[in-house]
């Protein structure tokens, strides 16, 4: 499928594809996403491989009734291609725009409905992060803007995983917002997806990505990833979150790497930033995100426990 192509979905809609958004350069166009037009709306088309169009449709299916999460609005089975409801943006470039913290609360309110409309269903997203969060908004004449919809998107690494099994050998998700047991790959159930959530509600407060790191940044030889890892245990690295980071770690070797970590803090004069001591963060934000961030996938908040804190009580 190319710019100019005309399809038609299940639905009986025909898409005009205006232009190509996103390439993968992958053999078949596998991953392509196009900008497409029927009867004057836009969509977003995906081809994917059969295997993955396969595995998405039930999960499509088993989370439809969610207003929080992105689903095909239709597909093209002969392309193995889903078509998407168009949005606006995402959270990673909205944050640039200057609202009341009353529409982030709401957005990532949202997002958090989301997520736990997923775990509801034994889902693990496994890639949260800030342009995954789709959002359609309306600015009126006055600047105002209005939020119209909020999405987690893009459930194409997500696994049903049901509560006495885990997803076990892969570092799931994007390096700058991964929990440290997905960094680990270690055991990886629904706490991962609700660490990473919190680090995306610290980049929506503050506007700041607390595990990006530039060039500039790094001392001769050292690895950026070394520099996420010491971060995590000098934010987040109380002592009942790392011990039992490192029980629920096992015999898995980087258990030895996170110890020698913790182990270098208190040593030429490199004290640890806990996020308590943040002073720009408010008390009942840091007492969330805190509870979200525990380096013990064991003692975060659950999405539904989340969306009943103090924080976030006066978001409808």
């Not at 009341?100 to 992060?129: E, F, M, N």
């Not at 959002?135 to 049903?160: C, F, H, M, P």
Request: some cysteine; hydrophobic content about 40%.
């Amino acid at each position: 499928m190319s710019a100019t192509t005309r399809a038609v979905g299940q639905s009986g809609r025909r898409y005009l594809v205006e232009r190509i958004l996103q390439d993968k350069h992958m053999p078949h166009g596998l991953g392509r996403v196009y900008l497409a037009l029927s009867d004057n709306q836009k969509y977003v088309l995906k081809k994917l491989s059969a295997t993955r169009y396969a595995y998405l449709e039930p999960l499509y299916d088993d989370v439809r009734s969610s207003p929080y999460v992105r689903v095909a609005a239709d597909a093209i089975p002969d392309e193995s291609m889903f078509a998407y409801t168009y949005f606006r943006g995402h959270l990673l470039g909205f944050t640039d725009k200057d609202v009341p913290l009353s529409i982030t609360k709401q957005i990532l309110k949202d997002a958090l409905r989301g997520i736990a409309a997923l775990h509801h269903k034994d889902i693990v997203h496994t890639d949260i992060k800030p342009d995954n969060i789709m959002i359609n908004w309306t600015e009126k004449n006055d600047g105002t803007i209005i939020i119209d919809r909020v999405q987690v998107a893009d459930l194409e690494d997500s696994a049903y995983v049901p509560p006495d099994c885990d997803i076990i050998g892969r570092q799931v998700g994007n390096w700058m917002w991964r929990s440290p047991e997905a960094h680990a790959s270690g055991a990886v159930q629904k706490p991962t997806d609700i660490f990473s959530f919190g680090i995306v509600c610290i980049y929506a407060i503050t506007k700041h990505i607390i595990f990006a790191v530039t060039d500039e940044e790094l001392n001769e030889g050292e690895e950026k990833l070394a520099v996420v890892l010491e971060r995590q245990v000098s934010y987040f690295g109380d002592i009942e979150g790392m011990t039992g980071l490192l029980e629920h770690l096992k015999d898995n070797p980087w258990v030895g790497l996170y110890t020698l970590i913790l182990q270098a803090f208190g040593k030429e004069n490199r004290p640890m930033q806990p996020i308590e001591r943040w002073e720009m963060l408010e008390p009942d934000f840091k007492d969330l995100v805190k509870r979200m961030t525990s380096m013990d996938p064991g003692r975060r908040l659950t999405a539904y426990e989340a969306l009943a804190h103090p924080w976030f009580a006066d978001v409808p």
